[in-house]
């Protein structure tokens, strides 16, 4: 068994004062990748992050007012102690700020979404018409190859992986996006960071943008035999986003779900190619700038 090693919870990216996070949370101890993090607002709550290489057992998942634990898919786990503001991974191997940062805070950014009623949801997001446009769909749906499209073509990108709401706004993720070898290839785009996580990785940087924009609807991908959008009515756009939670427990406040299925919505259907992601892009912004 390898020994115990803990690393994190060190002075981190605000040690100088400056505040700085992703997900409407300050972050502290993994400062060493300062460049996927965002200003923050300082009445954002703080957490600090450690990571222990120690081999464990699974827990019973479990997420009280106070605390959570939850499995990592990868094998390892995090407790999130929300008093003490601390979240620790337990995991096989050592992990860089950098993979603490994107992809495996995620779900302590989902717990923490959840006791601070933010609704969170499974999505990429974009913005277009001066707002953030949630890009949903299955595992492998193409969204952060999408995402990645608009990246590259000089389109603020908001979130690749998760995306946390309060009121009207929704807060910025990690400044990246991790693609498959498939769609790195097609894109010409990535930094290879080897396999993180359950998957191998190429990695495409992204701009620093506000640290939350206004929120303005849903795109909800999937395959189909032609390129065509079909705008939702609202029992299926409640139905759809309810599918992306990312933590399938009681909200505190169902009504807020209600509302953000008010917003406009669209499911986009295009084949399995390669050669029309530029044009299905191009839709998704023709899409959300007029309705914005």
Not at 73 to 92: N, Q
Not at 220 to 226: E, I, V
Not at 244 to 253: E, M, S
Request: proline share 6%; with cysteine.
């Amino acid at each position: 068994m390898p020994a115990e090693r803990t690393t994190g919870a060190t002075p981190g990216p605000d040690a100088d004062g400056e505040a700085r996070g992703v997900y409407g949370i300050r972050l502290r101890g993994i400062g060493g990748a300062n460049e996927l993090l965002v200003d923050a607002d300082r009445r954002w709550p703080t957490m600090s992050v450690v990571s222990t290489v120690r081999e464990s057992e699974p827990v019973e998942e479990r997420v009280t007012d106070t605390h959570a634990d939850l499995n990592l898919k990868t094998g390892g786990r995090v407790s999130v102690d929300r008093e003490g503001g601390l979240a620790e991974f337990v995991v096989p191997r050592p992990l860089s700020d950098e993979e603490l940062i994107h992809p495996y805070l995620a779900p302590v950014a989902s717990v923490m979404a959840h006791w601070l009623r933010r609704p969170c949801f499974h999505a990429g997001a974009f913005i277009s018409g001066g707002g953030a446009w949630a890009l949903a769909g299955d595992r492998e749906a193409g969204k952060s190859s999408l995402l990645a499209w608009l990246a590259l073509h000089g389109h603020a990108v908001l979130a690749d992986d998760i995306v946390v709401l309060e009121d009207s706004n929704a807060f910025a993720g990690p400044r990246s996006i991790d693609l498959r070898s498939d769609a790195a290839a097609h894109l010409e785009a990535g930094r290879g960071i080897g396999v993180v996580g359950a998957r191998a990785r190429w990695r495409v940087a992204l701009s620093t943008i506000p640290s939350q924009v206004p929120f303005r609807g849903w795109i909800f991908l999937s395959w189909g035999s032609a390129v065509e959008a079909e705008s939702l009515a609202g029992p299926e756009r409640l139905v759809r986003l309810l599918g992306q939670r990312t933590l399938r427990i009681v909200p505190h406040d169902p009504a807020m779900h209600l509302a953000l299925a008010a917003l406009p919505a669209w499911e986009v259907r295009r084949p399995k190619d390669w050669r029309l992601v530029g044009e299905v892009a191009e839709r998704l912004l023709d899409l959300t700038s007029s309705a914005s």
